[in-house]
T-cell receptor, first 113, second 114 residues
Framework: AQSVTQLDSQVPVFEEAPVELRCNYS??????LFWYVQYPNQGLQLLLK??????LVESINGFEAEFNKSQTSFHLRKPSVHISDTAEYFC???????????FGTGTRLQVFP | GAGVSQSPSNKVTEKGKDVELRCDPI?????LYWYRQSLGQGLEFLIY????????KSGLPSDRFSAERTGGSVSTLTIQRTQQEDSAVYLC????????????FGPGTRLTVL
């Protein structure tokens, strides 16, 4: 059965520093992978997703994630974070032959000035 | 255009009472999902509706939970005989198609069971 692990519940970082939020999944079939973000007092919204093709996907606000099939990972990275990136980030996986999206427990990114 | 809306935004109830939570998906979206978000937990899948197909109820935690979707649009999640462990934020999402499509989330209903 599919599952998602986000090992870091909280990641504190200073502004303009790089950050990596880790996500590992478990599945025996092809998967779709997603990162959703929840800004303070806002609803969840899609940040980026991997469906097929290039293993490196990017968001419009500078985040990127790379699908690594051998390591079953989909880590999220940003080379230089802003205060406005403070939010909770959820990794999610869906197996191609199911209708469910399974979410991780989330990582709270706190960016300090 | 209008996004996913949920009502009420907050609900406080007493243990043992029944509650109904409502979700209005984005017009034209055939897929509708309910999730539960508890403190310190991720989003827990509850139920999935796709068009006129039978819903996937495999995530419902007990038979006290049920959901329906009328006319392929509005959905209601009902929790009977609420318990304190039901306290959580209940999120609804809709999408155009299957799980490869972007899900658009509502603001959620915060349920508190006293």
């Amino acid at each position: 059965a599919q599952s998602v692990t986000q090992l870091d519940s909280q990641v504190p970082v200073f502004e303009e520093a790089p950050v990596e939020l880790r996500c590992n999944y478990s599945s025996s079939v092809s998967v779709y992978l997603f990162w959703y973000v929840q800004y303070p007092n806002q609803g969840l919204q899609l940040l980026l997703k991997y469906l097929s093709g290039s293993t490196l996907v990017e968001s419009i606000n500078g985040f990127e994630a790379e699908f690594n099939k051998s390591q079953t990972s989909f880590h999220l990275r940003k080379p230089s974070v802003h205060i406005s990136d403070t939010a909770e980030y959820f990794c999610a996986v869906s197996e191609w032959n199911t209708d469910k999206l399974i979410f991780g427990t989330g990582t709270r990114l706190q960016v300090f000035p | 255009g209008a996004g996913v809306s949920q009502s009420p935004s907050n609900k406080v109830t007493e243990k043992g009472k029944d509650v109904e939570l409502r979700c209005d998906p984005i017009s034209g979206h055939t897929a509708l999902y309910w999730y539960r978000q508890s403190l310190g937990q991720g989003l827990e899948f509850l139920i999935y509706f796709q068009g006129n197909s039978a819903p996937d109820k495999s995530g419902l935690p007990s038979d006290r939970f049920s959901a329906e979707r009328t006319g392929g649009s509005v959905s209601t999640l009902t929790i009977q005989r609420t318990q304190q462990e039901d306290s959580a934020v209940y999120l609804c999402a809709s999408s155009l198609g299957g799980t490869w499509d972007t899900q658009y989330f509502g603001p959620g209903t915060r349920l508190t069971v006293l």
